[in-house]
């Protein structure tokens, strides 16, 4: 084992995993432009990691001093049995923040099931508040479904709800500043993403539609006044504050301003890989770990620990090159 056995998962850069983010499905109800294609293939179940696998796998990451982990897909609400697996992630020893990535789409129903199950903190995705426009963008998402759903999710005591929007130039650019509003309306946060180049798409050329974070901050700042955040979440948001709300405003910037350099996360996909970084292919295969040697938790937390080693220093994202990363968001644990 590692010479320091309560962080041992650092890497060759100094930098500590402590945020795990899992895919617990390739699948989705929706088909956003900028994620999927319109046909997408989605994985045999054999190849998926099971409930069993994945709760497995995060208790070694929580073992290893993980605090935080991040369900996530594919939409984690279409996978059946998420909430029996959330429940088992609520209650593990040492786990301080359970938290979730969703559509919403089914956030109306699910909501009371999730929070009971110890999920403290969800983030929302939402690209546009008009119903057209965000059909269009989700190929088939109803919005009055995700607002219902946000609804919901506002009835109950969570910690904190944010809203996600990837702009896109000519899609939805001009709805920057009713985002904010919602947000502000809602007592919401939101942050907006620059577009990352995962997987091939089919709906546009990813540079065509490039909206860079320093001018949906300029777009933003015709409307609202917002104050620089000095605190820092610890992951790649930098934040302000809308002057006089309670509503803060992330950029997201993996093109216009890196943020490697404090990367604490990794992420498992659906298969059963460990992704060391969002932006290269380097991984390991813990399913075949499990597989291979089932029951075996020092096995599996050893391999862990050396996969530490192969995380990246950063990662290389070019806009106008046809996708180096070959596989979606959806399947990575976005
Ligand atoms: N289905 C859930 C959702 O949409 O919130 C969770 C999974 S989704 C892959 C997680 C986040 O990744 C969403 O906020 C989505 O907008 C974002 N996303 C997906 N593809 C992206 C891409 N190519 N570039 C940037 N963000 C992306
Ligand atoms: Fe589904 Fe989320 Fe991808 Fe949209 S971004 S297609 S909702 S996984």
């Not at 045999?44 to 991040?70: D, H, N, Y």
């Amino acid at each position: 084992m590692n010479e320091n056995p309560v962080t041992p998962l650092i890497d060759r850069f100094g930098r500590q995993v402590t945020y795990l983010r899992v895919s617990v499905t390739d699948r989705c109800d929706f088909r956003c432009q900028y994620c999927m294609s319109e046909d997408m293939t989605f994985l045999p179940r054999a190849q998926i990691l099971t409930l069993e696998e994945i709760q497995q796998i995060c208790q070694a990451f929580v073992e290893l001093g993980v605090s935080k982990i991040r369900v996530t897909g594919g939409e984690p609400l279409v996978r059946k049995g998420v909430i029996g697996l959330l429940q088992q992630l609520g209650q593990l020893d040492g786990l301080d923040e359970l938290v979730m990535t969703t559509n919403a789409s089914r956030l109306a129903e699910m909501a009371k099931d999730i929070h009971a199950a110890g999920v403290k903190r969800i983030n929302i995705s939402l690209d546009s508040l008009k119903p057209e426009r965000f059909k269009q963008i989700t190929r088939v998402g109803e919005l009055d479904k995700v607002l219902a759903g946000i609804h919901a999710a506002r009835q109950l005591p969570f910690e904190k709800i944010k809203l996600n929007a990837v702009i896109l130039k000519g899609r939805n650019h001009d709805e920057v500043g009713d985002l904010v509003q919602f947000a502000v309306d809602q007592k919401l946060d939101i942050s907006f993403i620059e577009e990352m180049p995962l997987g091939i798409i089919d709906s546009h050329q990813r540079d065509e539609v490039f909206y860079p974070s320093d001018q949906i901050k300029q777009d933003i700042a015709s409307r609202f006044e917002l104050l620089s955040l000095i605190e820092s979440t610890g992951g790649p948001s930098v934040y302000h504050r809308v002057k006089e709300t309670h509503t803060r405003v992330g950029f997201i910037s993996p093109h216009s301003h890196n943020f490697c350099a404090s990367c604490n996360r990794v992420r498992l996909t659906v298969e059963g890989r460990l992704l060391l970084c969002l932006g290269n292919e380097h991984s390991v295969d813990l399913k075949q770990v499990l597989r291979r040697y089932p029951g075996d938790s020092d096995r599996l937390k050893q391999v862990i620990v050396d996969a530490m080693q192969i995380k990246p220093e950063k990662h290389e994202f070019n806009l106008h090159e046809q996708p180096v990363i070959m596989r979606h968001m959806s399947a990575t644990g976005g």
